[in-house]
């Protein structure tokens, strides 16, 4: 059985993989979701000072305090950016990165330096106070009308320093395998070009970006 930690992205919260969670509990595996500093029930005052390296503590801090080891670590979209930092600073602990529909980049490169730069003008647009908007739920694929208000009731503002920070990489991350799962069809974000640049595998799956609260039963089998 393995054990599983499954980040979520921007303006989320470990809520998100509840059905993915259940599906691989089910199955006798561990899993843990943990929610990132300033996002979903941690969303408090001064959640504009939260910053990349935050999120990046917030999963080191889960994989030491409870010991973990062998992890399957999972990152969606802007975790992509954090579970490769967690694994290249913790890479005894991580036996397997998992990309789901995920940003990723080398060191010293942040998704501001990764994402297009329409993306860019509209998060400096939704900046407001040091926090992005929320976007509504059709902009990830969801669009039916109770899920779509299940999942924008529970979306917090995100910090805009962890879009802005860069990667610190050593170099162990690469040492680690990896593979990625891309949500078809693919919308205008290169996920898929990010995962073929790096050699990583592929697996795709038909779903929108939002593919946790979508597909997540297949989305369970595949990881």
């Known amino acids: 059985m393995n054990t599983y930690v499954l980040v979520h992205g921007a303006w989320y ?18 899993v843990h979701t943990p929610t990132l500093s300033g996002l979903g029930e941690h969303a408090v005052p001064g959640a504009a000072r939260v910053d990349l390296r935050t999120h990046v503590g917030d999963v080191g801090n889960l994989l030491i ?4 080891e062998d992890v399957v670590l999972v990152g969606h979209s802007y975790a992509g950016l954090v579970v490769r930092e967690v694994a290249d600073t913790l890479s005894d602990r991580v036996k397997e990165l998992v990309l789901v529909d995920a940003w990723a980049g080398a060191d010293g490169e942040s998704l501001d330096s990764l994402a ?3 993306f860019k003008d ?15 739920a059709s902009s990830v694929g969801v669009v039916e009308p109770e899920l779509a208000a ?14 802005s920070q ?10 680690i395998p990896c593979r990625a799962i891309v949500c078809t069809p693919g919308g205008p974000m290169p996920f898929a070009e990010i995962a073929k640049g790096f050699g990583w595998p592929i697996t795709e799956i ?12 297949q989305l369970a ?3």
């Not at 305090?65 to 973990?68: A, F, M, P, V």
Request: charged letters at 20%; proline letters at 9%; glycine letters at 8%.
């Open 13 to 30: 919260g470990g809520w998100c993989w509840a059905h993915v969670a259940r599906q691989l509990r089910d199955a006798g595996h561990e």
């Open 65 to 68: 305090e409870h010991d973990l």
């Open 116 to 118: 297009p730069a329409f």
């Open 122 to 136: 509209w998060v400096d647009s939704a900046t407001s106070d040091g926090l992005i908007a929320v976007p509504p």
């Open 150 to 163: 299940w999942v924008e009731a529970r979306l917090r503002p995100q910090p805009r320093l962890t879009f």
């Open 166 to 175: 860069p990667t610190m990489l050593r170099g162990a991350v690469d040492t």
């Open 206 to 217: 038909e779903s929108g970006h939002d593919v946790m609260t979508l597909a997540p039963d």
């Open 221 to 223: 089998g595949l990881l």
